[in-house]
Nanobody
Framework: QVQLVESGGGSVQAGGSLRVSCAASGYTFRWYCMGWFRQAPGKERERVATVSAGFNTRYADSVKGRFTISRDNTKNTLYLQMNGLLPEDTARYYC????????????????WGQGTQVSVSS
């Protein structure tokens, strides 16, 4: 079955950097849109970034210019490089996989990892 396992979260000071990873298994990774989402306590889940099977990327306005999503289809791994971190980036970060094989705007993110915590102090 589909498994998504995130890693790489941690605690940093504002202005610092982190890279989180998501190892995927159980399906043909390269065919599907992948996304990073985050959720902070008391807040709704937010879509952070997506990357299509064709490597097209999109970002939430709140992270544009600071975060970079990428995928390595040879390793079945999704990445999120986070630079210039701000305290408001503190959240649990989840990777998710589409199950339809369509572009990311129409994706059905049916598969989710367990998340990894990112904490940014001021």
């Amino acid at each position: 079955q589909v498994q998504l396992v995130e890693s790489g979260g941690g605690s940093v000071q504002a202005g610092g950097s982190l890279r989180v990873s998501c190892a995927a298994s159980g399906y043909t990774f390269r065919w599907y849109c992948m996304g990073w989402f985050r959720q902070a306590p008391g807040k709704e889940r937010e879509r952070v970034a997506t990357v299509s099977a064709g490597f097209n990327t999109r970002y939430a306005d709140s992270v544009k210019g600071r975060f970079t999503i990428s995928r390595d289809n040879t390793k079945n791994t999704l990445y999120l490089q986070m630079n210039g971190l701000l305290p408001e980036d503190t959240a649990r970060y989840y990777c998710a996989a589409d199950r339809r094989g369509v572009n990311c705007d129409q994706a059905d993110f049916a598969y989710w990892g367990q998340g990894t915590q990112v904490s940014v102090s001021s």
